[in-house]
């Protein structure tokens, strides 16, 4: 597949066959995503591949205590978003919402979506070492950026999850991750259900001149 191509197509999957993934598939598509570059080559990442009675085990403490601590996804910002912002997160729940699955709203939807992986068979826990600055999770994001793409092109569907990162001790200890790695962001990865409604739904992109300035 052209690599234009990937980039128009690939969408976030929220609905995911039960099918497992082999283990060597998953292989070949970290390789490709590590391709991405990084700093100094620093290759800042690490990468927890979560499947199996693990990923059900993860998931289903990631719901509970979501639900505990009534942790909702959010924009995580520092003051109110400006409007234009809150116009793009109205836009993507415009989009979406005609393609929920029945009897639930959009917030738990993706809550406990999000906790859940979405039922995809396999989780992608991506960690960075606290000896390096927020400088280098430019990196990990190129990283993400080269994983869904490669993810798409392998037939395989993606959705970047960063509301567990407000659960980083409790993955921490589920996964047995060393004091020194902190969370930056999950991945759920398998097969798309492609018959889910959810899975229509496209998110738009503002024009161009809402965010290039030429000089
Ligand atoms: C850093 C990051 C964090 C995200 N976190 C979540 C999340 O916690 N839950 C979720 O359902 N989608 C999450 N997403 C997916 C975005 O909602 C999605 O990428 C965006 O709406 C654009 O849609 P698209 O991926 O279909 O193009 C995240 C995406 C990124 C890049």
């Known amino acids: 597949m ?5 980039i128009e197509e690939r969408c976030s999957t929220r609905a995911f066959l039960n099918k497992p993934l082999h283990r060597e598939a998953i292989e070949g598509l970290l390789d490709l995503a590590t391709h991405a570059p990084s700093a100094i080559n620093l290759q800042p990442w690490e990468l927890v591949v979560v499947s199996g009675q693990e990923k059900e085990r993860l998931s289903r403490l990631l719901v509970k205590r979501m639900k ?5 996804c959010g924009p995580g910002s520092k003051s109110p978003l400006p409007e234009h912002y809150v116009q793009r997160e109205r836009d993507l729940f415009d989009v979406m919402s005609p393609n929920l699955p029945d009897q639930i709203s959009f917030q738990d939807f993706i809550n406990e979506g999000s906790c859940n992986f979405y039922g995809a068979p396999t989780a992608i826990i991506i960690t960075l070492d606290e000896v390096f600055s927020n400088a280098r999770l430019t990196d990990i994001g190129i990283l993400v950026g080269y994983f869904v793409l490669a993810a798409h ?5 993606t959705c970047p999850v960063g509301l567990i990162t407000a ?3 409790d993955i921490k200890e589920e996964l047995s991750l060393p004091d020194e790695k902190h969370v930056v962001i999950g ?3 398998g097969y798309p259900d ?4 959810i899975n229509n739904a496209r998110s738009l992109r503002v024009p161009l ?4 300035k030429w000089r």
């Open 153 to 157: 092109d392998l037939g395989l569907g």
């Open 167 to 169: 659960f980083n001790d």
């Open 187 to 189: 991945i759920a990865l």
């Open 194 to 197: 492609t018959k889910a409604s």
């Open 2 to 6: 052209e690599l234009v191509s990937a």
């Open 209 to 212: 001149d809402e965010v290039v």
């Open 68 to 72: 505990e601590r009534n942790i909702s």
